[in-house]
């Protein structure tokens, strides 16, 4: 069997709209960016890191690591260490004045190592607003209400599964839910909560988190406008597969207490009400570790920290993306291109398979026989079609919008 490869060029351009890494490979040069908010690369020394932020918490237990992300071009990360009777970890806050209105995305690396497993606490990135803009964090953990104050996001280990703890939404937000009927409000969580059953484990599709691996996260936020609106959404991704995403009118499902459970059979979701005041924005991050006391000494890993009015996506590597290799492209057509729903393939003999792999080389679909591909579901950003036919494979490079 014969194996060519084939592949449509794009213009960059097209691309500006749909992934921000794409433009900037291994992240070089990505602070540079329009639509780029803040980066921290933790590139310059420590002193100038600490520099940065409002608030640290034991820099005595930051170090610089030279352990990093496949892809970036730094050479360090940041590590923050918690050693029991000492310190309970330590955190990094920065505020942002005025702040930013409308949609927001923070994409970061984290390392969480396998020396804690039953032992968590928060253990990640928050972004979020306070109403006044505050320079140190201010949870206020416990509280209802509070829609004219504050937002809180993270993406955690949350649920226990085993040796390796399920990840999930952990957010605080005006009009969030009580798990004991308004007394007290806890965060809220969104995912895997939502893919199992009520006293089991989270099924097997729940994202877990992946110890002693470079996870690349991000999240979205988009504020209610106008503040009395619910139409604010959260969306979040894992090395870029979403995870979900909730806006007004999806996905169906319900609440229990103070967790999200999807569900075809239920209303659709109704929306975030986000705020109440319109002074309210986001307007801080937290690079946060804070390890319960009980467990063992331990640490955490940060590196690459993008925030962005645009989906950022993970480190582009043209090292280990798919090769593009020109060849036959003139008798193919696949058309939209770019696309944001079906897209269909034309001029080929029978197709025997198609599969689409993600730039860092992972298959995120496959069918056979199809000339038309759904990828309404994929996030944006550069993707290949790899179309088998008796004879000859044909590797086609895709955008979705």
């Not at 955690?156 to 999930?168: C, H, I, K, L």
Request: aromatic share 12%; charged share 20%.
């Amino acid at each position: 069997m014969r194996y060519i490869t084939v592949i449509l060029f794009i213009v960059s351009a097209t691309l500006s709209h749909s992934q921000i890494s794409v433009k900037y490979p291994n992240d070089a040069g990505i602070e540079k960016d329009p639509d780029v908010l803040y980066v921290e690369k933790f590139n310059d020394g420590l002193n100038n890191i600490l520099g940065r932020y409002d608030e640290i918490v034991n820099s005595g237990g930051m170090t610089l690591d030279r352990d990093i992300p496949s892809g970036s071009l730094e050479p360090y990360s940041l590590r923050i260490t918690s050693i029991p009777g000492e310190n309970m970890g330590g955190h990094l806050y920065k505020s942002f004045r005025p702040g930013f209105d409308n949609t927001v995305y923070l994409r970061y690396y984290v390392k969480h190592p396998s020396i804690p497993q039953g032992y968590y606490g928060h253990q990640g990135l928050w972004f979020g607003g306070y109403n006044p803009v505050l320079d140190y964090p201010y949870p206020r953990a416990g509280i209802c209400g509070l829609g004219s104050s504050r937002i809180s996001i993270a993406f955690e280990n949350v649920w226990r599964s085993g040796s390796r703890p399920g990840m999930d939404a952990y957010i605080y937000w005006g009009d969030m839910k009580s798990y004991d009927e308004g007394a007290t409000c806890f965060g809220n969580t969104m995912i895997t909560e939502g893919r199992r059953d009520y006293q089991q484990a989270p099924a097997p599709d729940a994202p877990l988190c992946d110890f002693d691996e470079w996870m690349c996260i991000e999240v979205m936020i988009r504020l209610n406008d106008p503040v009395t609106a619910y139409n604010g959404e959260l969306r979040i991704w894992k090395n870029g597969t979403e995870l979900g995403h909730w806006g007004p009118g999806f996905p169906n499902g319900h609440w229990l207490k103070d967790k999200w459970y999807n569900n075809p059979a239920d209303p659709p979701f109704e929306g975030f009400r986000w705020r109440t005041d319109e002074n309210l924005n986001i307007n801080w991050i937290w690079i946060e570790f804070w390890h319960n006391s009980d467990g063992p000494s331990s640490h955490i890993k940060f590196s690459n920290i993008v925030m962005a009015r645009e989906y950022i996506g993970p480190i582009y590597d043209p090292a280990t993306a798919l090769p593009e290799i020109p060849g036959k492209s003139k008798n193919i057509t696949v058309s939209p291109n770019p696309g944001s729903g079906t897209i269909n393939i034309s001029n080929i003999e029978k197709i025997c398979k198609t599969s689409v792999f993600n730039v860092l080389g992972k298959k995120v679909m496959e069918t056979e026989s199809d000339t038309e591909i759904d990828v309404s579901y994929l996030n944006p950003g550069i993707y290949f079609l790899n179309i088998e036919t008796e004879n000859d494979q044909y590797r086609v490079r895709i955008v979705k919008n």
